[in-house]
T-cell receptor, first 111, second 114 residues
Framework: TQLLEQSPQFLSIQEGENLTVYCNSS?????LQWYRQEPGEGPVLLVT?????EVKKLKRLTFQFGDARKDSSLHITAAQPGDTGLYLC???????????FGKGTTLSVSS | DTEVTQTPKHLVMGMTNKKSLKCEQH?????MYWYKQKAKKPPELMFV???????INESVPSRFSPECPNSSLLNLHLHALQPEDSALYLC?????????????FGSGTRLTVV
């Protein structure tokens, strides 16, 4: 069974702090995606990474894909209350297979 | 149109009822998915359709029956469900099974079985 480990599971911080969420597997990803989900809604795609060592930025969010394509991180700079939500990493281990989701990180940013 | 539309948004059904969840997309995506999500848990894959053919069935009980009438529609027929089947049911689509451009999710159907 291919597992996708995500940490931390819960994160509660103050506005303006920085944070990093990690996603790891013992297997190589063919692609990895990060989603954000708000209560009562479906996940919304933030980014897709496919190339080892890739770094992508989305405003205050920075996504990294490990050189070996077995791990990824999401870094948020100067978190704001609007960043509150469930962050999910999702990976495909083989092209043509459906995404497997990590357990998610519930982020709470208070003002 | 860049959305996946799911209906109904909320559904309460008895254990002897038959109901259907509907999902629609007009993005020309050829892969469509059903996921089940319990509170504070990640989505769990149930079924995958690729080019209107069932591609993956993740050992889901037969009381859940998927159907893909055409490339834009995906249904999930429900019959004789149990209270533990109460969850958020999410539909998603992607350009194809590689999913390289990401999945587009609907807002889900909140199902309660009484």
């Amino acid at each position: 069974t291919q597992l996708l480990e995500q940490s931390p599971q819960f994160l509660s911080i103050q506005e303006g702090e920085n944070l990093t969420v990690y996603c790891n597997s013992s297997s190589v990803f063919s692609s990895l995606q990060w989603y954000r989900q708000e209560p009562g809604e479906g996940p919304v795609l933030l980014v897709t990474v496919v190339t080892g060592g890739e770094v992508k930025k989305l405003k205050r969010l920075t996504f990294q894909f490990g050189d070996a394509r077995k791990d990824s991180s999401l870094h948020i700079t100067a978190a704001q209350p609007g960043d509150t939500g469930l962050y999910l990493c999702a990976g495909a281990f083989q092209a043509g297979t459906a995404l497997i989701f990590g357990k998610g990180t519930t982020l709470s940013v208070s003002s | 149109d860049t959305e996946v539309t799911q209906t109904p948004k909320h559904l309460v059904m008895g254990m002897t009822n038959k109901k259907s969840l509907k999902c629609e997309q007009h993005m020309g995506h050829r892969a469509m998915y059903w996921y089940k999500q319990k509170a504070k848990k990640p989505p769990e894959l149930m079924f995958v359709y690729s080019y209107e053919k069932l591609s993956i069935n993740e050992s889901v009980p037969s009381r859940f029956s998927p159907e893909c009438p055409n490339s834009s529609l995906l249904n999930l027929h429900l019959h004789a469900l149990q209270p533990e089947d109460s969850a958020l049911y999410l539909c998603a689509s992607s350009q194809d099974l590689t999913g390289g451009h990401g999945y587009t999710f609907g807002s889900g159907t909140r199902l309660t079985v009484v």
